[in-house]
DNA sequence: TTACTTTGTGAGCGAACATTCACAAACATT
DNA sequence: AATGTTTGTGAATGTTCGCTCACAAAGTAA
């Protein structure tokens, strides 16, 4: 799957409509004024809106996997591992707020089956960058083992969605980036021994 | 704002289609049909598509007030009175599963100032009960301290949101109380001193 | 210059949308 | 039996939706 520079770019566009209007604002009338043509330019570069959003998610869920392989390749601890990870997650946010939808696409289950398929990659991405950290850090003995791999994996994606969420809901008021790493490091804190 | 019968039904409904067709099978003719009657007699109980939803919302945050403040009147111990106030949203929504718009609701955000504001209460109306809980826990020595409050309550809402939704993702698959509880119950022994 | 491909235009398609309105049962009150 | 209120019907409204199509610039290659 190559993407093209102008499907990029109406990708973007789409991620900004998504996320400052919701999906009731996306519209191809919309994205294409945002684009600056006429709605049906936007199938020379797309056979549907639903291609549109497929692209994007699947955008996004290739491009996390990319950050977050080498984000996690060059560091030994699995403390240093996770606050990489989370760090380069606030870091590409804050940088393209726009793409928040790869966060909150719950909103867009059951609009196809297309697009949960894409939405469920997104989450099975995140997860399998993070479980083999959290388990290596479990063998080390640095992370609690009552509770298993899988649960503390749901608390810091569970936590860190939650943070992203009041983000976006309060306008971007806050750092997300200071803020966040404060919490995710207050999180590694209570699952250390 | 009182509720009549029918106007309840109403929202019963609208909330089936929201969970098992999401926000663009929510339209005045499934409505209806899932109703058994016209589109037109929807007029007769409320006075526009808009307020069908933010009255749900409403009766949500309502509802969920009323049962946690019961939940958490009748104990005394903080690690109790959250187990309380979990295994009761748990119940809640095993038997009323369409009304998982309550958790997701974020999929409706930027759809109207109106609805926007409903989204926010019910979030509030959580928080208001959670916090003095947590706090009366730090203030006992029960809970850690190293944390904020806030923090920890937010760790606590992220897990819980994120458990409803891979049940939601799954189908219902599984039993969301028996795993629920057990999520919690470990995030709890995490939090504790 | 010619020919081909890419990317745009603008009018227009049928379908679906939320909402309204004149009207009719059903029901309760007198 | 007569009256008024609730709650339904079914046709029709204008609007917006995603999408198509015949056509025209613009760019590329021979």
New binding site residues.
Partial sequence: MEI?K?QLEIIEAAGEILTESGLAG?????L?AKM??????L???F????EIIVTMLQYLAADMDKRLTACVAKLEDPVEKLKAVFNNQFDFFEKHPHFLIAVFSEGLLEESKKINTAIMQIMATKKKHLLPVIKQGQQEGIFETATSAEDLLHILMGSFRLHMLQWRMTAFSFDAKQKGNKLMGSILTLIKV
Same sequence: chains 1, 2.
Avoid: D, I, Q, V
């Fill in positions: 093209k102008r996306l519209t191809t009338k919309n294409a600056g043509f006429g709605e049906s330019a199938y020379r570069h056979k549907s809106k639903e």
